[in-house]
Each structure stands twice: as C-alpha cells, then as structure tokens.
C-alpha cells in the first residue's frame, strides 16, 4: 500500500501561484510514477500531469502546460505541483496519484493509488 497525502491547496487570486506537495509513505517511492488530476464542481476528474519514476519524463494536460510544473524528489518521497497563472478554470479539487506502471495513460484506472485531495480556489 502507498499512502499519499496532498497539501498546498488554498484560495488564491487570478494571476497568483499555489505549490501543492503529495508526500507519499508506505513503499518505494521511487518504483511509481506519479500523477496529478483535479476536478472541478459537476466536471469528472481529469488528468493534469504525470512524472516518471526518475523525474525525467513530464505530460501535461494542454490547459496547464506553460503554467504548470510537475516534479518529484525520490529523496524526501514527495512530488510537487508548481501552479502560475491560475485562472479560475483551475479551480478544483487536485488529487496525487501513484502508478505501478512506467508510463501510464491519463486516465484514472491506470493510477493506484489515491490522495484525497486538496481544495483550489481561484478567484476573479
């Protein structure tokens, strides 16, 4: 089992920044890719990014990319999500996840493993 527990999410102003941690514990951290997906009031989930077991991999959801940074360090078992620019489409709740596969599809049967989530807020 891996436990993953989100933080960093908040209310913030269009324009502003949030960076949200996913600390992860209960097995190699290291042997899982790991993602990030949010959803929005009356939406699905979606993905938003993944990064590969060793950081050098990236995808991104094409509404974040150039706004959004992913990134881990296997080090302290935790993976970021650095957000600019938010608008409030990116209001949300934003999920980490953990995928046993080496480079998983976006959708969300091919993570298993499950954060909670942490509430986004972006105001006009």
């Known amino acids: 089992q891996v436990q993953l527990v989100e933080s960093g999410g908040g209310w913030v102003q269009a324009g502003g920044s949030l960076r949200l941690s996913c600390a992860a514990s209960?097995?190699?951290?290291?042997?899982?890719?790991m993602g990030w997906f949010r959803q929005a009031p009356g939406k699905e989930r979606e993905f938003v990014a993944d990064?590969?077991?060793?950081?050098?991999?990236?995808s991104y959801v094409d509404s974040v990319k150039g706004r959004f940074t992913i990134s881990r360090d296997n080090a302290k078992n935790t993976v970021y999500l650095q957000m600019n620019s938010l608008t409030p489409e990116d209001t949300a709740v934003y999920y980490c996840a953990a995928s046993s596969r080496l480079a998983p599809k976006t959708w969300q049967s091919e993570f298993d493993y499950w954060g909670r989530g942490t509430q986004v807020t972006v105001s006009s």
């Open positions: 209960g097995r190699t951290f290291s042997d899982y890719t």
């Open positions: 990064v590969s077991r060793r950081g050098s991999r990236r």
